[in-house]
Structure formats: structure tokens, C-alpha cells
């Protein structure tokens, strides 16, 4: 039904509101997580997690991560580089294991973000209410995790015409359901059966909640505040036309999306922390895979653009 209200005007940037049934399915998908970040501190402090959690929930964040930086974001939405079949299918699946939406929703908020970047449009500025403190303060939390939970659905007709076609994309998107219920479950199988290769119920649930709720909050509330915080402070080296600044604490747990102010500046480009020290997971990871084969046409940075593009506004 909304599908049909959606398509009745393919040229206007969103369409229908979302309805309760959305939101309570954002709620659960948002809020357990956050929940579960909030708990671990009480549970850290009484209890602990063992090596075997860290290990686990590494691994799921660094391959989910990833999914979400070099997948949804700059291959899927920008284009800064062409991948291989199995590469881009691969990493359609191990953006989806973020809990962040399916590729193709994602994809088409996050094109209307650059569309509207801070102005009237945008899905997720912080600058939405205005610019006094209070104003800030609650547009940060809209830009942070509030927009998700009243976002009205981007016209992905007109954004995302290219990945609607793509027949793998749809597929993966179909298969969202059981890939979250893998990113859950897959650490509790883990943690359950490592060692001694028999069931053992209290690790396996010590990792659903520690590689599997924990780590899937920590990842949301990354990726959120390249929302709120990446577009509040941060220096600006580059020129844009919104107020997106570098972050640099954020690079290590954000893959390298922190350095948020170039990629404004110039999106397709697939390496965003192009300065000296830029730490910037993403970037190498392309590298290699334009190595081994798996990528091509990389949209390097070029030395001519970035001049033209240098100074802070």
C-alpha cells in the first residue's frame, strides 16, 4: 500500500509518512540496542565479558562496519568505485548485518541528505530547529537517532532508480530479515560453541548480548553521529556548502567517515581522510580490493580537485 502511495509522484523528494507499524519496528531494532549499550556498563561492572565477546564483536564490527562505510555508502550511494559481483554482493550482506535498513532505503536517505545537506530537505541535520542552544540541542537529537522514528520515506524512484534495477540488490534487501536474525544469532552460535566445540548456554548468551546487542548499538550510535556531531563541529578544511567538519576521534570506530568536511566537499570520492594522519579504514580496504581485482574505476583523490576546493569557508 505505501509502495502505491510512493509511487504516485516519482519526482518529489520523499512520499508517505512513516506509520505506527514502522516505527514500532525502528523502536525495537534502535532502541534494544541502545538499551543494551546502557546495560553494559552495569553488567561490566558486576559481571564482565570475557576475551571471547571482545573477539567475536570485533570481528562482526569491523566486517558490519565496513559494510555500512565502503558498501552502503561509497560504493552504493556515491559510486566511487565499481566491484565485482561477489564484492558487491558481499558487501550489500555485511552492510544489512548493521541493523541500519536494507541497501536500497539507505541508500536513498542518505542521496537526499546531499541533496538538502543543512537545509530544508535534509533527513538528519541538526540544524533543523534553528541555531540557538536549546534549538541545537534538540536538533542534535533529531539528527542523532530522532529522524528515524519520523522520517518521511525517501522517494526512492527518484533517488535510487540505478539500484532498483539492480536485480542482486533487491534480493539482498528481501533477505534482510534473516540477515539481521544471522547478526544476532551468529555471535551466540560462536561464543556458544568456541572452546570445547560442545553447547555451552552461558557463553552463547554472554555473546548475543555482548558481539550481538551491544555491538550493534555501539555501531548505530557511530554511524548516527556523523549525523549530529560531524555536522556541528569539526574543522573545515574544504569548502562546502554545509556546515560538515572532521572529527578525528571518531575515525578509528567510523572506518574513516569522520573526516566527513572532504567528503562534502567532493562525495564520489572513495578515500575521505586525504590529509596527512587522516586515519581512514575504508580507503585502505579499496585499495587492496582494486589489488586483488575485486574493484575498479576508483575514484582516487585527485590533487587538482582538492585544491580547487581548499580553505574553509
Not at 555508502?73 to 568505485?81: E, G, P, Q, S, V
Not at 548480548?209 to 548516527?224: P, S
Not at 569539526?234 to 574513516?256: H, I, K, Q, T, Y
Amino acid at each position: 500500500m505505501a509502495e502505491q502511495a510512493v509511487a504516485v509522484d516519482t519526482n518529489a523528494p520523499w512520499g508517505v509518512r512513516m506509520g505506527i507499524g514502522d516505527r514500532v519496528i525502528v523502536g525495537i531494532f534502535v532502541g534494544i540496542p541502545f538499551i543494551a549499550v546502557i546495560v553494559s556498563v552495569a553488567v561490566l561492572w558486576g559481571w564482565g565479558v570475557t576475551w571471547h565477546d571482545l573477539v567475536i564483536g570485533a570481528v562482526m564490527y569491523v566486517i558490519a562496519g565496513h559494510g555500512i562505510t565502503i558498501g552502503y555508502h561509497r560504493l552504493f550511494t556515491h559510486k566511487a568505485f565499481k566491484a565485482a559481483r561477489p564484492l558487491k554482493v558481499a558487501l550489500a550482506v555485511a552492510g544489512t548485518m548493521a541493523v541500519e535498513g536494507d541497501v536500497i532505503t539507505w541508500a536513498a536517505d542518505h542521496r537526499r541528505h546531499h541533496q538538502f545537506s543543512d537545509r530544508p530537505g535534509d533527513p538528519h541535520s541538526p540544524w533543523r530547529f534553528g541555531k540557538t542552544v536549546p534549538a541545537l540541542v534538540k536538533g542534535m537529537i533529531w539528527a542523532h537517532v530522532g529522524w528515524t522514528f519520523n522520517n518521511p520515506k525517501t522517494n526512492q524512484r527518484r533517488y535510487v532508480p540505478d539500484l532498483l534495477a539492480d536485480a542482486d540488490l533487491r534480493r539482498v534487501a528481501q533477505w534482510q530479515p534473516l540477515i539481521v536474525l544471522f547478526s544476532f544469532a551468529g555471535p551466540a552460535v560462536a561464543g556458544g560453541l568456541w572452546g570445547s566445540g560442545t553447547w555451552d548456554g552461558g557463553a552463547a548468551w554472554s555473546a548475543f548480548f555482548w558481539a550481538g546487542l551491544v555491538r550493534i548499538g555501539l555501531l548505530h550510535h557511530v554511524t548516527w553521529s556523523i549525523n549530529s556531531i560531524c555536522h556541528v563541529g569539526g574543522e573545515r578544511p574544504f569548502r562546502s556548502r554545509d556546515r560538515s567538519g572532521n572529527v578525528w576521534w571518531l575515525a578509528p570506530l567510523s572506518g574513516g567517515e569522520s573526516w566527513h568536511n572532504l567528503h562534502h566537499a567532493d562525495p564520489t570520492c572513495a578515500r575521505h581522510g586525504v590529509l596527512r594522519g587522516q586515519l581512514d579504514s575504508s580507503a585502505r580496504l579499496i585499495w587492496l580490493f582494486e589489488r586483488l581485482g575485486w574493484a575498479r574505476d576508483v575514484r582516487w583523490p585527485d590533487e587538482q580537485r582538492l585544491a580547487a576546493r581548499a580553505g574553509a569557508d
